[in-house]
């Protein structure tokens, strides 16, 4: 419980900080265009930082089977190009599987054998802000940590895949379920930071019908509070199970007929 009081303060102290962003087209290109520029650096320096610079990787417990040192990585990426690079790492096993980042079977690369868990595979240089959890449609569901930056990262993709659908800055309301998922509390944050405020959320089920953990239960109501006491406007979640989802359509419907669109 320390920890998640601690996690919570830390999405109250950084919230502000993320309300005042506004991603803008203009912003979102040079962001993107930049991105793909510095494509191989940026992949040379996060692996430097979040692998070799970090003794419980998994990923480095493979570099080391693979003889693959810093400066062999670095070299490759830099007279190979990066995906090139990437094709010669994955055929020497330095490669994660679906299965083994999930932490159901082990990494088995030769003599290698490594018995590895999700948390594993977490980043250790990000904040935690929030947690989530995976729908474990494949299996047992996954703890996800999510942080403030890696939201605000996702921006620039976000507001030009709306541009590019032609829905930018339509009327917008959500229709699923809360935590603990991760996608009504992803999509409230992204579309403030675009200038859209989302207007309603509607779910399907309520808190009680997800059996989510306690924590989660706690989290959907401390989320919202932080939000609007921050400044920003997380809407009210408002039942309408899948049997009266017409209620849905109709408040869409609404939007359309007084301002022209909905999204």
């Known amino acids: 419980m320390p920890s998640r009081i601690a996690m919570y303060g830390r999405f109250a102290r950084d919230m502000p900080r993320f309300l005042r962003l506004r991603m803008t087209p203009e912003l979102a290109r040079s962001t993107i265009s930049n991105r793909l520029a510095s494509r191989e650096a940026g992949f040379i320096k996060f692996v430097d930082r979040a692998v070799f610079g970090w003794d419980r990787s998994p990923y480095l417990r493979l570099f080391e089977h693979a003889g693959c040192e810093r400066g062999d990585l670095t070299r490759m990426v830099r007279e190979d190009g990066l995906d090139s690079a990437l094709k010669k790492l994955d055929d020497a096993g330095v490669r994660v599987g ?19 868990m999700p948390g594993d595979f977490d980043n250790p240089f990000t904040s935690r802000h929030f947690e989530t959890q995976s729908s474990g449609s494949t299996g047992l569901a996954t703890r996800v940590n999510m942080d403030l930056d890696h939201v605000a ?87 309408v199970p899948f049997d009266r989802a017409v209620v849905v359509a109709r408040v869409a419907a609404d939007y359309v007929r007084s301002e022209g669109r909905c999204l």
């Open 98 to 116: 679906f299965e083994e980042f999930k932490g159901r079977v082990p990494i088995v690369r030769g003599s290698l054998t490594l018995d590895v």
């Open 153 to 239: 990262s996702t921006l620039p993709s976000m507001l030009l895949t709306h541009m590019a659908l032609g829905v930018h800055g339509w009327p917008t309301i959500l229709y699923r379920a809360g935590m603990p998922s991760s996608i009504v509390t992803n999509s409230v944050l992204r579309h403030l930071a675009v200038g859209n405020p989302v207007r309603r959320w509607f779910s399907p089920l309520t808190p009680s019908e997800t059996a989510s953990p306690l924590r989660f239960r706690i989290a959907e109501r401390a989320l919202p509070v932080l939000v609007n006491r921050s400044g920003g406007k997380f809407p009210r979640r408002e039942v």
